[in-house]
């Protein structure tokens, strides 16, 4: 690893509650199944399961070492490199993904005369600062953080349940459990099956016995609280309204009485995406700082977060073609990385350990 940084069971926790909450309450896949959304979401929030569980069993089999490195163990130092590069691409991908995402909320919703570009600039200024400090600042702050960020969305799931339509679920399945089907794997790929990032952090982990019990008792909480927040906008706005609407739950916040709660909200998803944002950038630093077997990633956290900044701005044309590329595209683009890879070396490490077993 690059350095002897570590963080606590409970630290790693509230990152990833944090990292999974980021911009899946700005926009989320599952409204495409209309009043089944609830249920297209819990599909694919079972499935998050399985690929934690990948993820972690592959950092327990090797627990001082990233992916990248596992990556060159696996399939040999030139491959696993050309492996690793696509990796650090898509953090870097996946970092301005979440950049344009909580910029195109601010200005629609918020900061209507504000310029995109500026306010994806600010926000990448404060992370680059964030990185430099490393990992265990980071994790500290997410500790003090989240919680409070948790607090606030619990606490609008409870004002706004005057206005709850059970009726708005029905009728169940009326587009077929094959809709419901391929709605859930949008889900899974987004937001749970990009805790592949987490294969980059799992190794400062400061007691691995722990992993396996952190990470589902993480993907439980801030699975029932995503799910409440589909259950509450779906309840609310129906089921035609929830999958017109870019960002429903800006709508739906809008109805509770008597509070300007919209500024806490902002808040509330600037530190969530920033949490997102920042481990997918630390995680690419670190894929940098080894494949080139350097002892610090810190002289590359400027042109990485600019890196973002420039795919952030680049990589849609407009809000609609954002939203039409996170529903139809990045499902099946992320398909390798998330999945086809990670199982693949799993089945490689198990092999080689029964191989090795068996020759002892």
């Given at each position: 690893?690059?350095?002897?940084?570590?963080?606590?069971?409970?630290?790693?926790?509230?990152?990833?509650?944090?990292?999974?909450?980021?911009?899946?309450?700005?926009?989320?896949?599952?409204?495409?199944?209309?009043?089944?959304?609830?249920?297209?979401y819990?599909?694919?929030?079972?499935?998050?399961?399985?690929?934690?569980?990948?993820?972690?069993?592959i950092?327990?089999?090797?627990p001082s070492?990233?992916?990248?490195?596992?990556?060159?163990?696996?399939f040999?130092?030139?491959?696993?490199?050309?492996?690793g590069?696509?990796?650090?691409?898509?953090?870097?991908?996946?970092?301005?993904?979440?950049?344009?995402?909580?910029?195109?909320?601010?200005?629609?919703?918020?900061?209507t005369?504000?310029p995109l570009?500026?306010?994806i600039?600010?926000?990448?200024?404060?992370?680059?600062?964030?990185?430099?400090?490393?990992?265990?600042?980071?994790?500290?702050?997410?500790q003090?953080?989240?919680?409070?960020m948790?607090?606030?969305?619990?606490s609008?799931?409870?004002?706004?349940?005057?206005?709850?339509?059970?009726?708005?679920?029905?009728?169940?399945?009326?587009?077929?459990?094959?809709?419901v089907?391929?709605?859930s794997?949008?889900?899974?790929?987004?937001p749970?099956?990009?805790?592949v990032?987490?294969?980059?952090?799992?190794?400062?982990?400061?007691d691995?016995?722990?992993?396996?019990?952190t990470?589902?008792?993480?993907?439980?909480?801030?699975?029932?609280?995503?799910l409440?927040?589909?259950m509450?906008?779906?309840?609310?706005?129906?089921?035609?309204?929830?999958?017109?609407?870019?960002?429903?739950?800006?709508?739906t916040?809008?109805?509770?009485?008597?509070?300007?709660?919209?500024?806490?909200?902002?808040?509330?998803?600037?530190?969530?995406?920033?949490?997102?944002i920042?481990?997918?950038l630390?995680?690419?630093?670190?894929?940098?700082?080894?494949?080139?077997?350097l002892?610090?990633?810190k002289?590359?956290?400027?042109p990485?977060?600019?890196?973002?900044?420039?795919?952030?701005?680049?990589?849609?044309?407009s809000?609609?073609?954002?939203?039409?590329?996170?529903?139809?595209?990045?499902?099946?683009y992320?398909?390798?990385?998330?999945?086809?890879?990670?199982?693949?070396?799993?089945?490689?490490?198990k092999?080689?350990?029964?191989?090795?077993?068996?020759?002892?």
């Open positions: 690893m690059i350095r002897n940084e570590r963080i606590s069971p409970v630290q790693l926790s509230f990152i990833m509650i944090g990292f999974i909450f980021g911009s899946s309450a700005i926009i989320t896949p599952a409204v495409s199944a209309y009043q089944d959304a609830w249920l297209a819990i599909i694919g929030w079972i499935g998050g399961y399985i690929l934690i569980g990948i993820y972690a069993y950092s327990i089999l090797n070492k990233t992916f990248i490195e596992i990556l060159k163990d696996v040999g130092k030139y491959i696993g490199s050309i492996i590069i696509f990796y650090i691409w898509y953090f870097l991908h996946l970092a301005g993904l979440v950049f344009r995402n909580l910029g195109e909320f601010m200005i629609v919703s918020i900061y005369e504000t570009i500026f306010i600039i600010s926000i990448a200024l404060v992370l680059a600062y964030s990185l430099k400090k490393g990992l265990e600042v980071i994790a500290r702050v997410g003090i953080i989240v919680p409070m948790l607090i606030l969305v619990i609008i799931f409870l004002l706004v349940m005057g206005h709850y339509e059970v009726k708005n679920l029905l009728p169940f399945l009326e587009h077929g459990f094959l809709k089907l391929k709605v794997f949008s889900v899974l790929t987004f749970f099956g990009e805790t990032v987490f294969l980059m952090i799992f190794p400062y982990l400061n691995k016995k722990d992993l396996f019990k990470s589902y008792i993480s993907l439980t909480v801030i699975g029932m609280i995503l409440s927040v589909v509450s906008n779906l309840m609310i706005l129906g089921a035609d309204m929830l999958n017109r609407q870019i960002f429903p739950s800006h709508i916040i809008s109805l509770i009485p008597g509070i300007a709660v919209e500024p806490f909200i902002a808040i509330n998803l600037i530190i969530a995406a920033s949490m997102k920042t481990m997918c630390y995680a690419s630093l670190i894929g940098i700082a080894q494949l080139f077997g002892d610090d990633y002289p590359f956290i400027n990485v977060v600019a890196i973002a900044v420039v795919i952030s701005i680049w990589v849609y044309d809000l609609s073609d954002m939203v039409r590329w996170a529903g139809e595209i990045y499902p099946y992320v398909i390798p990385f998330q999945i086809i890879i990670p199982l693949l070396v799993l089945i490689i490490l092999i080689k350990r029964r191989d090795g077993s068996s020759a002892l």
